[in-house]
């Protein structure tokens, strides 16, 4: 590992991972604006190239990645972790671009240009939209399907409170036995729900306690990289090109056509987790050598541009890449445009003010 690769490795910002999500956008962005693209522009790898599920797979565990490593790298400089400025810096980067979208889709509820119930967009406020079937008994006749992605940001902010649990577990030197042993048992977790909650059912990927390990892995891979044997390992693992290329044509195809064949009985067994073991193959790969023609790729000036935009985007795909929509924004190339507009607007006018804020408690002290 050169000194280069050291600095990039502990650096603010890990070049290729913000590629990386610009990939994962991209996967989903086509997934769900599928409907409006002409089939001229359509190959047979476009199943593949659509997978939103695999994108926001990435977003996951690249999630649970970074921060945890940011977490450790706050922890050795000062000696603590402090939850009240994690929290605080999460809420500056979350809350802002999602409340600006959310009031918009509340606005244009308001003027009946799309459909929602309270209880929808209480879910999506609270940040419970992944647990909603509790008490959403139907979506039919209305427009959820514009709020329906916020079941993401649902587990991801359930996610942060358990968040400073796993860092106790690190301060003890026990989170990797731990962790590992809760991820491999989530599988069994899902499996159990399944039969035990069936009202459930179209959830079971979406709630913390049956989609842990989406993030956990990301953590389980940060823990594992700060062991300098393991890491020199599985940096000679991922970049060995026969298992690098499994790895990329299991998640992108493989894992994709088990799913459509066995649908549940493959995802809720060792599908996910086999998917997010080659997912966190990728990340390795796309950290760990700067020669590769995955590094060039990632760290593109357009994907890595995109990745950067890629909450922004994500936030507002489904107002615009939704195929029951009956406004102009909804049609192609239009819908297209419109998002990445949006995600720009968002971005540059709504977050980078807040983002601001946040990093001035990056370092801060108790």
Same mark, same amino acid.
């Given at each position: 590992m050169t000194l280069q690769e050291k600095k990039d490795f502990t650096s603010k910002r890990i070049p290729s991972l913000d590629g990386l999500r610009g990939l994962a956008i991209i996967l989903v962005l086509i997934g769900h604006g599928s409907y409006s693209i002409p089939q001229s522009f359509l190959s047979p790898l476009f199943m593949f190239l659509g997978n939103g599920? +695999?994108? *926001?797979?990435?977003f996951f565990v690249l999630s649970g990645y970074l921060i945890?490593? +940011?977490? *450790?790298?706050?922890?050795q400089k000062t000696g603590t972790f402090n939850w009240k400025n994690f929290y605080f810096r999460r809420i500056l980067r979350i809350f802002p671009a999602f409340y600006f979208v959310l009031l918009t889709i509340i606005l244009l509820k308001v003027f009946k240009i799309i459909i929602l119930t309270l209880p929808m967009l209480l879910s999506a406020a609270t940040f419970t939209a992944n647990y909603n079937l509790l008490w959403i008994k139907s979506t039919a006749l209305t427009d959820y399907f514009?709020?329906?992605h916020f079941w993401t940001l649902a587990l991801e902010e359930q996610f942060y409170l358990v968040f400073p649990l796993l860092m106790i577990l690190f301060r003890n030197n026990r989170l990797l036995p731990i962790l590992t042993v809760v991820i491999l048992l989530e599988p069994f977790?899902?499996?159990?729900c399944y039969f035990l909650i069936p009202s459930l059912r179209g959830q079971i990927g979406e709630m913390l306690h049956t989609s842990f390990d989406s993030i956990g892995a990301g953590v389980l891979l940060g823990e594992l990289l700060r062991n300098d044997k393991i890491k020199d390992r599985l940096f000679r693992l991922?970049?060995?090109r026969l298992i690098l290329s499994i790895s990329i044509l299991f998640i992108v195809f493989i894992s994709p056509i088990l799913n459509i064949h066995f649908r549940g009985l493959y995802m809720l067994t060792v599908g996910k987790t086999l998917e997010l073991i080659g997912i966190s193959v990728l990340i390795v790969a796309a950290i760990s050598?700067?020669?590769t023609l995955l590094f060039r790729l990632l760290n593109s000036r357009v994907l890595s541009k995109i990745g950067i935009l890629s909450y922004s985007i994500y936030l507002w795909n489904n107002l615009f890449l939704y195929d029951d929509g009956k406004l102009i924004f909804n049609q192609f190339p239009l819908n297209?445009?419109?998002v990445f507009g949006m995600g720009i607007f968002s971005y540059?006018?709504?977050e980078k003010p807040f983002l601001r804020i946040k990093d001035r408690f990056k370092n801060a002290k108790n």
């Open positions: 599920h +695999l994108g *926001v797979s990435i945890y490593t +940011l977490s *450790v790298q706050e922890y514009v709020i329906g977790v899902r499996v159990f991922a970049n060995n050598n700067r020669k297209f445009l419109c540059y006018i709504v």
